[in-house]
Antibody
């Protein structure tokens, strides 16, 4: 079955960096769009970044553009999110998702990123 | 990009039907059929329950249905059950901005 397993979250100081990873299995990784979606504690969902199946189209939310970089490795069936210049407002659970333009069909369990001094 | 507008909470009784609305603009909800709905139980990851306005994944109960009129999408849950108590989020693709926008979420309480 489809599995998306995030890792790499943790506590980081403002201005610091983290790299999130998402190990995908149970489907043909190169065939699917992928996104990162986050949820601040006690808050709603916020789309963060998208990468197309071929990796040729990449989009970012205004709140992270210029600081975050999404990428994927087809040999490792993995999705990544490099997060630089982290701010307190980036504190959230980050979910790896797979799906289509119309919807995000599968979600990982999430990894918590806490930005605090 | 502002979040789509959802009422914060709704309450229903077992067996009843409830409808959750999601209001956007002509640039998102009103621009096409790329509206989806997600159910999230406390401490769990969201789960897709409706896509493309009114389509349902095979594993989702047919008690869940979606619709859209103009800039407002709606999720209807019929025959409410205790297990339906959760947070519900709508989402729309925003083609002109190559982005996705979520609603603020609606907390459903089943009394």
């Amino acid at each position: 079955q489809v599995q998306l397993v995030e890792s790499g979250g943790g506590l980081v100081k403002p201005g610091g960096s983290l790299r999130l990873s998402c190990a995908a299995s149970g489907f043909i990784f190169r065939d699917y769009y992928m996104s990162w979606i986050r949820q601040a504690p006690g808050k709603g969902l916020e789309w963060v970044s998208y990468i197309s199946s071929a990796g040729t189209s990449i989009y970012y939310a205004d709140s992270v553009r210029g600081r975050f970089t999404i990428s994927r490795d087809y040999a490792k069936n993995s999705l990544y999110l490099q997060m630089n210049s982290l701010r307190a407002e980036d504190t959230a659970v980050y979910y790896c998702t797979r799906g289509y333009i119309s919807s995000w069909y599968d979600w990982g369990q999430g990894t918590l990123v806490t930005v605090s001094s | 990009q502002s979040a789509l507008t959802q009422f914060a909470s709704v309450t229903g009784s077992p067996g009843q039907s409830i409808t959750i609305s999601c209001t956007g603009t002509s640039s998102d909800v009103g621009s096409g059929n790329l509206v989806s709905w997600y159910q999230q139980h406390p401490g769990k990851a969201p789960k897709l329950i409706i896509y493309e306005v009114n389509k349902r994944p095979s594993e989702v109960s047919n008690r869940f249905s979606g619709s859209k009129s103009g800039n407002t999408a709606s999720l209807t849950i019929s025959g409410l059950q205790a297990e339906d108590e959760a947070d519900y989020y709508c989402c729309s693709y925003v083609g002109i901005r190559n982005s996705w926008v979520f609603g603020g979420g609606t907390k459903l309480t089943v009394l």
